[in-house]
C-alpha cells in the first residue's frame, strides 16, 4: 500500500495516507484500551523512537535481544496506523503502543481506561529543525520547501500532524485526568539515567544498577543510531530516502541554532508566547539547557 500522495484529514488535521486511513484514524479514535497498557504521546520528532527504546530495554531488563530483533514499530506500534491490526502484541507483558493523534482525538478512548501515558515533550525550535530534514526524506509527507516556507507552516499549525502547540497543550493540559509522566528529550539528554529511573518508578519496574547500565548503554544516540531495528534503513528508498539524510539524524539538543535566522527566532518566540500564555510551566524544561 504506497498512497505515498495521499493526504488523510481527519478531525481537520493532515495525516500521511501512506500510514493513514479514514478508518485507521477512526478505530485509533475508539482503540479498547487495557488498564496495564502503556501508551507513548508524541508530537512527531520529539524522541518517540528512543522513548520506544527504553521501555523495551526497561521491560527486558537491559537484555537487548528484542531491541535487536524486532522493529521499533513492532515493540511499540502505533495506534493510528493501518499496520497496528497486523502486529498487536500478545503474551504476558504490558502492551506498549505509541501515538502521535492529539489528545481531543483519543479522548473518548483513554479517559476512562487506567492505562500509563509517557509524554514526550523538546524544544519545538528543534522539532521544527528534525521535522524539516524528516520531510526532505520521507516520500510520504509533502515537500517542505525552504526552511522558511516549512517553518511558516509549522507555526501555522498546518503541517502534518497538526500545530505543535494545540499537541503539547492538549495532552499536558489534561495531565490530571490521565497516569501521564512528562519526561522532556532534553533532560534524557542530560541525564539519561535519571530519567529512566523516573520512568521505571513511574512504571512500578525496580531495576538493578547494571540493568539501568545496560539500558543506558544502550539506548545511547551512537549505540541506537547503528542498529537497523532503530534507524529504518529497512524500509526502502521510494519511501524514506537515507540517502538524502538520516532518520538518526544528530540527536542533540539546540541544533536550532545551526538553522534560525534572528528574525525566524523573535517570531517563533512571539508565537510562542501568545500560545503558551499560562501553560508555560508544563513540563517544557529546554531552558534549562
Ligand atoms: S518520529 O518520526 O516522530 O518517530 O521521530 P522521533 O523518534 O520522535 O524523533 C527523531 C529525533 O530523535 C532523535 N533520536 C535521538 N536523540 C538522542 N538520543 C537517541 N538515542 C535518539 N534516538 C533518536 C533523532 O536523531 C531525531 O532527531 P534529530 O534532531 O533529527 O537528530
Known sequence: MARLEV?????????????????SLHSAQYFGFQNNDIVIATYPKS?????????TLIYSKGDDLL??????????????????????????????LTTHLQYDILKPALKNSQAKVIYVTRNPKDVA??????????????????FEEFL????????????????????????????LLCVSYE??????RGAIKGLCKFLGCPMYPKELEDIERHCDFSTMSKS????????P????????????????????????????????????KKEMQGVRHLCLEWDQE
Open 228 to 235: 537497523s531495528m532503530a534507524n529504518y534503513t529497512t524500509v
Open 152 to 179: 511558516t507552516t509549522f507555526l501555522e499549525g498546518t503541517v502534518h500532524y497538526g500545530s505543535w502547540f494545540d499537541h503539547v497543550k492538549g495532552w499536558l493540559g489534561h495531565k490530571d485526568e490521565l497516569k
Open 129 to 146: 529543525v528534525s521535522f524539516y530534514h524528516f520531510h526532505k526524506i520521507a516520500k510520504f509527507l509533502p515537500d517542505p520547501g525552504t
Open 237 to 272: 528508498p521510494e519511501i524514506l530516502d537515507q540517502n538524502q539524510g538520516k532518520f538518526m539524524r544528530k540527536g542533540i539538543v539546540g541544533d536550532w541554532k545551526e538553522h534560525f535566522t534572528s528574525e525566524q527566532t523573535t517570531r517563533f518566540d512571539e508565537i510562542f
Open 67 to 96: 531491541a535487536k530483533t524486532i522493529p521499533n514499530w513492532e515493540r511499540a506500534p502505533w495506534l493510528e496506523q493501518i499496520y497496528l491490526r497486523d502486529i498487536q502484541r500478545d503474551g504476558g507483558g504490558p502492551r506498549f
Open 47 to 55: 524522541g518517540t523512537t528512543w522513548m520506544q527504546e527504553i521501555l
Open 187 to 192: 533532560n534524557m539528554k542530560k541525564d539519561l
Open 7 to 23: 493526504t488523510e484529514i481527519f478531525c481537520g488535521i493532515n495525516f500521511p495516507g501512506h500510514l493513514h486511513t479514514q478508518e
